[in-house]
């Protein structure tokens, strides 16, 4: 019966436990991140086959720049490379690929390398993925209120007129709400993925590093989701109402 249940419309993946994936082996934490980079290829590939529209990836966050600069260097250097060699993949596959995240600091080579993979991938129609990078989930906040209050100043917009629709317009992307959230390693934290958009995303938390985490731990992931009880705080559908 399993199958016959909804498939979440959109994924996060909190791509977590690279370093100590190669800590582990004795390898250095670069190794981790070329590995987690691998399996996220095979994976990508997976979860738009099963038919996931929405894929949301966080691959760096803003928090991440406190690493040490060998670390920051090698996983900017990574993007760069990939985008360059998956641009013509992902454009096959049909994924259209968006950025969530500040610019600043960004090097000019990952930000072009960013750009010119939206720019070739933008007529993608079998899904989108978005990458969150230099992202984090309260700057999306303080970023969306400043666009707002910009309006507001140039009198486009009065306060009255600020609904939930209006921040959802300016966030960084315009995507349904997350629906299922995993974060590989078994840490069980958000670290400021998509806060806004998680608001009623159901969580997964596998105890596998992201290098291990398979098409298969995948699929299981789905059933756990599929056998959840989603109520957005609502009455059960098949509950009675109370007297
Ligand atoms: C996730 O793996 C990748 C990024 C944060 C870029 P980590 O590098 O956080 O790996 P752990 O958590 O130290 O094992
Ligand atoms: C979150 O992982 C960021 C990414 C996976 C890109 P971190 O490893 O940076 O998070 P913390 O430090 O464990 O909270
Ligand atoms: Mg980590």
């Known amino acids: ?39 996220l290829k095979k994976l990508l590939y997976h979860m738009y086959e099963r038919g996931i529209q929405y894929v ?27 985008f360059h060699k998956e641009l013509k993949s992902l454009k096959e596959l049909g994924v259209k690929v968006v950025f969530s995240g500040r610019k600043a600091p960004l090097k000019e080579k990952v930000w072009n390398a960013m750009m010119e993979l939206v720019d070739a991938t933008k007529e993608g129609q079998k899904g989108v993925l978005n990458i969150c990078l230099n992202y984090g989930g309260q700057y999306e906040i303080v970023d969306m209120v400043q666009k707002i209050a910009r309006q507001v100043q140039e009198k486009q917009l009065k306060i009255e007129e600020i609904t939930k629709e209006v921040v959802e317009q300016n966030l960084y992307q315009q995507l349904p709400p997350l629906d299922f959230v995993i974060r590989t390693s078994g840490e069980r934290r958000t670290s400021n993925f998509m806060i806004y958009q998680a608001a009623y995303a159901e969580y997964y938390f596998p105890n596998i590093y992201f290098p291990d985490f398979q098409d298969s731990d995948f699929d299981e992931a789905i059933l756990d989701f599929q056998n959840r009880n989603r109520r957005f705080g609502k009455n059960e559908a098949d509950s009675r109402q109370a007297e």
């Open 1 to 39: 019966m399993e199958n016959c249940k909804q498939l979440p419309k959109h994924i996060g993946i909190i791509m977590d436990g690279n370093g100590r994936w190669a800590k582990e082996r004795g390898l250095p934490r670069s190794l981790g991140h070329q590995e987690g980079a691998k399996n």
């Open 56 to 82: 949301s990836l966080y691959a760096f966050s803003t928090e991440n720049f406190e690493r040490n600069q060998k670390e920051v260097d090698f996983l900017m250097d990574l993007f760069v490379t990939l």
